[in-house]
């Protein structure tokens, strides 16, 4: 399925890290992989999307929008011991030519690319799976920030009682 260049006639290159989560996460829906933007972790670090796959395997996307961003990132490798799956997340007008050399781990690290309304694979993420009791505790989390958010939308003064707010990386 060709990719759409742009969500905004008017501004046919710049597309946004929501835009790219947004095609990711349509990607992702018809293939089964729930995910939450945004998402801390317990090294102190933020995965721009982190899912649960149909076989309960974890995946991170680092969502991408400009080059400089993508190679001034030196901080993508810790996100590696939190996931099954780790994916790169870029915009389409991105230079991807990077992503192959042996500083961006390619045997380790698949390649999405993505605008507003849709998302395509170019390379699979290899399996790299976690030990059993880093997932159960990283699912867990998760699941519980899920739930978290979706309380919070639907009663936002369930904030201010929250024993434990939602961006703490515990």
Known sequence: MPLIESPSPSKPDLLTARDVARGIGR????NDIWCLAEMPLRCGRRADLMGIDAKGLVVIVEIKVSQADLLGDTKWPDYLDYCDRY????????D?????GPAFLPDRCGVIVADGYDAEILRPAPLQKLAP???KVEVERLARASLRRLTNSG?????TAMANPEDTAN
Do not use: E, N
């Open 27 to 30: 990607l992702f829906a018809r």
């Open 87 to 94: 994916y790169w997340g870029l915009a389409p007008a991105l």
């Open 96 to 100: 991807r030519a990077c992503l192959d």
């Open 133 to 135: 009791s880093r997932r």
């Open 155 to 159: 009663d936002p003064d369930t904030a």
